[in-house]
């Protein structure tokens, strides 16, 4: 079965300054990935997706994701971040087969700095 | 742009008492999903429905929970006798395709006292 691992529980930073949330999973081929946002007492808006092509893919707000396959890794990373990315941050991985439900990692609470 | 709604946003029941939690899915999405979040943890598959049965169920979704789809356009989520630990903040997904991603409702609490 697929799992998710998000070492950080909590990270805080700057305003402005770069940021980059880590992301594990373990799966045999190769899955489906996505980053989840979610503001406090919101529901999960996808920041971004990867399915396959490029490894770095653009997603909302600013937010970019790479993929690398050597390391089973799919890190977030925002160059300058501001007050308003406060929230928590939820990786996701979805498989072609069985359920297709997502596998969700214990996600990432962002606290902005001014 | 369409979205997935869901209501009540909170709902307080005492505990043994059924619950109801419902959703509409995007209109032509065809495949459904319920996931909850207890707080302060990650969010957990409950179930996933697609062309009126139920695909997938996790260890979770036991004997007393149910989904159904009762017509076109809502997808429930019935809980028949509620739990303390059954309180939680439960979103429901769906997506057109698979795979692809899944768009989440806002989710509904429940609180069980």
């Known amino acids: 079965a697929q799992s998710v691992t998000q070492p950080d529980i909590h990270i805080t930073v700057s305003e402005g300054a770069s940021l980059e949330l880590r992301c594990n999973y373990s799966y045999g081929a190769t899955p489906y990935l996505f980053w989840y946002v979610q503001s406090p007492g919101q529901g999960l808006q996808l920041l971004l997706k990867y399915f396959s092509g490029d490894t770095l893919v653009q997603g909302i707000k600013g937010f970019e994701a790479e993929f690398k396959r050597s390391q089973s890794s799919f890190n977030l990373r925002k160059p300058s971040v501001h007050w308003s990315d406060a929230a928590e941050y939820f990786c996701a991985v979805g498989v072609d087969t069985g359920r297709r439900a997502l596998t969700f990692g214990s996600g990432t609470r962002l606290q902005v700095q001014p | 742009e369409p979205e997935v709604t869901q209501t009540p946003s909170h709902q307080v029941t005492q505990m043994g008492q059924e619950v109801i939690l419902r959703c509409v899915p995007i209109?032509?999405?065809?495949?459904f999903y319920w996931y909850r979040q207890i707080l302060g943890q990650k969010v957990e598959f409950l179930v996933s429905?697609?062309?009126?049965?139920?695909?997938?169920k996790s260890e979770i979704f036991d004997d007393q929970f149910s989904v159904e789809r009762p017509d076109g356009s809502n997808f429930t989520l019935k809980i028949r006798s509620t739990k303390l630990e059954d309180s939680a903040m439960y979103f429901c997904?769906?997506?057109?395709?698979?795979?692809?991603?899944?768009?989440f409702g806002p989710g509904t609490r429940l609180t069980v006292l």
């Open positions: 209109s032509n999405h065809l495949y």
């Open positions: 429905f697609y062309n009126n049965e139920i695909s997938e």
């Open positions: 997904a769906s997506t057109r395709l698979v795979p692809n991603e899944q768009f």
